[in-house]
């Protein structure tokens, strides 16, 4: 876990962890003095269109997704089924923070998407000011709130009856 003196930008990458090419992506991407650092965090919102906007980043050769292959047999189990679960959504500062997922490991990915960040309580909205260097930037995806309700509904019903709820899983169930 990062240090609360905010050191913790200046760790370096262990072993596994994915290389950094050190290109810089709209300025943002720090290497060098202080180390690969997660520079780029798409924040929210939930049903927002954050996964089509990750996706549309990741196209740029020099945008890396965080690396989520974590043996998480050790971690608390809310831990383990809700952080890095998939190399979009994170959410080290709002879930991940003592849970043995290596804050330096992800310092790999120039972006962290976890939409849960932009309702954070204040305590874990300092760990993150802390942690982050100060170039870093973060990136909300907003959207028309009656839509962004009614798209959230959806998912959230049919998690409720075990239906694929995302275009994604529609897709891959409907073949
Ligand atoms: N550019 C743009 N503008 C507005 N809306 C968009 C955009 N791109 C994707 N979408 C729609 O966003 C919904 C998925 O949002 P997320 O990827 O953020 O969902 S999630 O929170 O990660 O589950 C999902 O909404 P619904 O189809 O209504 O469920 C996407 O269709």
Known sequence: APADDGSSARCTLPDGCPPVNGSQ??????????????????IGTRKGGTTSLSKQ???????????????????????????????????????????????????????????????????????????LPAHARLVAMLRNPADRFYSAYNMGMNERLGNPSTRDEQAAAAT
């Not at 992506?25 to 798409?42: E, T």
């Not at 608390?76 to 959410?91: F, L, M, N, Q, S």
């Open 57 to 131: 980043l990741l196209l740029h050769p020099h945008v890396l997704a965080p690396n989520c292959a974590y043996d998480r047999s050790e971690w608390p189990v809310r831990a383990a089924r809700t952080t890095c679960v998939w190399d979009k959504e994170v959410r080290y500062f709002s879930r991940g923070v003592g849970v043995g997922l290596d804050f330096c490991c992800l310092l790999g990915a120039v972006r962290i998407g976890s939409p849960d960040y932009l309702v954070m309580p204040p305590e874990k909205i300092a760990l993150m000011a802390r942690s």
């Open 25 to 42: 992506w709209v300025g943002v991407v720090s290497s060098g003095s202080l180390g690969p650092v997660p520079s780029l965090l798409l």
